[in-house]
């Protein structure tokens, strides 16, 4: 098993750039999300999806769009990209959002120029 | 929402140490976990434990759901445990988490 697989591991863009970044999962969970990590700032929820078709805003969704059309994919878009997006985001999914354990993606580092 | 507070903020070990890392928080969880970030940065699952007491190895884990707070035991620390310990919790909401314990193991 892969686990959860988050691509690519490394990017620079400069404001203004979209891009996406992508992440796959191959356990068959329903619920996966997106985090960001910042210096100081722990791991904050950008957003997340309890099954194919549904997604919900976390605590910082502004700038980010996602959408989930199956169940192993959840891609993270950043449409207009800032320096304050400058960060590393990392992509976890779980069997359910309540009471299962959170596996994470190994991160992609993000440079906003 | 829920909040989370972990302590200390900062731990440094001799290898060989035994610690204890505590997580507070403000409201009744239905799931709370320990994860352990590495120097590389990954970020390591290591309990599920929504109450009572759980061990992996040297590392245990204890929540006491009633009194709102977890503790993760790290006994005969080797360098290999440092990095960034995080607990994250669940109520209503999707999993948030605290800020951290960055330990560091001197040998």
């Known amino acids: 098993n892969a686990g959860v697989t988050q691509t690519p591991k490394f990017q620079v863009l400069k404001t203004g750039q979209s891009m996406t970044l992508q992440c796959a999962q191959d356990?068959?969970?329903?619920?996966m999300s997106w985090y960001r990590q910042d210096p100081g700032m722990g791991l904050r929820l950008i957003h997340y999806?309890?099954?194919?078709?549904?997604?919900d805003q976390g605590e910082v969704p502004n700038g980010y769009n996602v959408s989930r059309s199956t169940t192993e994919d959840f891609p993270l878009r950043l449409l207009s990209a800032a320096p304050s997006q400058t960060s590393v985001y990392f992509c976890?999914?779980?069997?359910?959002?309540?009471?299962?354990?959170?596996?994470f993606g190994n991160g992609t580092r993000l440079t906003v120029t | 929402g829920i909040q989370v507070e972990q302590s200390p903020p900062d731990l440094i070990l001799q290898e060989g140490a035994n610690s204890t890392l505590r997580c507070n928080f403000s409201d009744s969880v239905n799931n709370l976990q320990w994860f352990h970030q590495n120097p590389w940065g990954q970020l390591i699952n290591l309990f599920y434990i929504p109450s009572g007491t759980k061990q992996n190895g040297r590392l245990s884990a204890t929540t006491v759901a009633t009194e709102r707070y977890s503790l993760l035991y790290i006994s005969s620390s080797q360098t290999t445990d440092s990095g960034v310990y995080f607990c994250g919790l669940t109520g209503n909401t999707p999993l948030v988490f605290g800020k951290g314990t960055r330990l560091s193991v001197i040998a």
């Open positions: 976890a999914s779980s069997r359910g959002r309540l009471r299962s354990p959170l596996h």
């Open positions: 999806s309890v099954g194919a078709g549904i997604t």
């Open positions: 356990m068959n969970h329903e619920y």
